[in-house]
Nanobody, 121 residues
Framework: QVQLVESGGGLVQPGGSLRLSCKAS????????MAWYRQIPGKQREFVAR???????NYTESVEGRFFISGDVFGATVDLQMNNLKPEDTANYLC???????????????WGTGTLVAVSS
């Protein structure tokens, strides 16, 4: 099994920056994509950013130009640099890795439990 552990969350003022990190407990045979999502209690999980092995990076419109994803498939780590943070960015941020932990296993989505980001003055 694989565990994903996020870190880097915290309280920041509007306009500030944070860098989130996610590390898998073991390496992968192959990774299709690495992504960040966020969730507010009582609401649906929202896509934030993805780095895909074939199609590159993409972002939800509300974070375009402010957030930047950088993944290392060999180290099974993925970071999210968040700049010019806004109160509406407040959420629990979860990382996701879609891939194969072994050549013989099926492709699986793995999730962390999240790191809390609060943007407030």
């Amino acid at each position: 099994q694989v565990q994903l552990v996020e870190s880097g969350g915290g309280l920041v003022q509007p306009g500030g920056s944070l860098r989130l990190s996610c590390k898998a407990s073991r390496g992968f045979f192959s990774i299709m994509s690495m992504a960040w999502y966020r969730q507010i209690p009582g609401k649906q999980r929202e896509f934030v950013a993805r780095q895909h092995s074939l199609s590159g990076s993409n972002y939800t419109e509300s974070v375009e130009g402010r957030f930047f994803i950088s993944g290392d498939v060999f180290g099974a780590t993925v970071d999210l640099q968040m700049n010019n943070l806004k109160p509406e960015d407040t959420a629990n941020y979860l990382c996701n890795i879609d891939g194969w932990i072994e050549e013989s296993t099926g492709r699986t989505n793995y999730w962390g439990t999240g790191t809390l980001v609060a943007v407030s003055s």
